[in-house]
């Protein structure tokens, strides 16, 4: 079957304004994106440039807008998409380098502004720092997290306000301030009530909806409102527990991917 796609092209040397270019790839099997990218790269054009690395969906790599959606190229199939053109740009609201690479500096910086790491000023034990399976349970989601980008590429509050920490930094945060070994609780709640935290957050559910492995970003930033007002009210040891059930993984090809559309090329910032 062959199928075109529509790649976003961009070489800061040589463009005023980014392009795109149409190849034809011949799709066989269970090919996906990443494989339909690696066959134009090696046998129609060398100059196309992209991100890739553990082609698993574990890396996060490989982070594009494939049809309108923020997906990985390593685990989305070409044969999923059900269109005979596959349109792929770089993620939206992330500096573009060239072509479908982007630039990471700005999304890592929020991520280490969030101490992601574990916090604990009491005596270290002889073993591990134990949990028991009802407090692991609090944070098991939010740990499937690869930061990918996908979440905070998809939110428009990012878009709009490059200062606001987005759902992946502030996902990591509520793996933190729900983490019952961590006791930095206090300044991560500072950080979640602060002018770039949980309160930009519209509830706007891109983030969830568009996440490749299920996490559920909206929920957590709630999750963090409710502990910062909690907290502000004099109420900070009480303890929120979710109901929630992980989404279940929906079908590519589904009406959301149409209802998001194409950004093109207006969406990039250089």
């Known amino acids: 079957m062959e199928v ?33 990218l690696h066959q134009i790269k090696w046998y129609q054009d060398g100059t196309v440039t992209f991100r890739r690395s553990c082609r698993s969906a574990i890396c996060g790599s490989c982070g594009m807008l494939i049809n309108g959606r923020n997906r990985l190229a390593c685990n989305t199939r070409v044969g999923d998409l059900n269109s005979p053109e596959v349109s792929v740009s ?35 034990p002889q ?21 990918c980008g996908c979440c905070s590429s ?4 990012v878009w709009s306000n490059g200062e606001y920490y987005g759902p992946a930094a502030l996902t990591r945060l509520y793996r933190f301030v729900f983490d019952t070994r961590d006791t930095a609780t206090q300044e991560r709640l500072a ?38 007002m909690l907290k502000n009210l004099g ?15 929906k079908p590519l090809s589904d009406a959301t991917a149409a209802a998001h559309g194409d950004y093109g090329a207006g969406h990039h910032r250089h």
């Open 4 to 36: 075109r796609f529509r790649v976003h092209r961009f070489d800061p040397e040589v463009d005023v304004t980014p392009r795109y270019q149409v190849y034809t790839v011949d799709v066989e099997g269970d090919m996906t994106v990443l494989d339909a």
């Open 90 to 124: 770089p993620l939206p609201g992330f500096p573009v380098l060239r072509d479908l690479v982007v630039d990471w500096d700005p999304f890592f910086a929020k991520d280490a502004a969030m101490m992601p790491y574990l916090i604990n000023d009491t005596p270290a």
């Open 127 to 147: 073993k591990e720092r134990r949990q028991s399976p009802e407090e692991y349970e609090q944070i098991d989601n939010a740990t499937l997290c690869i930061m």
């Open 154 to 157: 998809a939110c428009p509050i």
């Open 191 to 228: 950080l979640a009530g602060s002018e770039e935290g949980a309160w930009r957050c519209h509830t706007i559910f891109n983030c969830t909806t568009d996440c490749p492995k299920g996490v559920l970003n909206t929920q957590n930033i709630q999750a963090l409102k409710r502990k910062v």
């Open 235 to 249: 109420f900070g040891g009480t303890r929120i527990a979710f109901e929630l059930p992980p989404p279940k993984p």
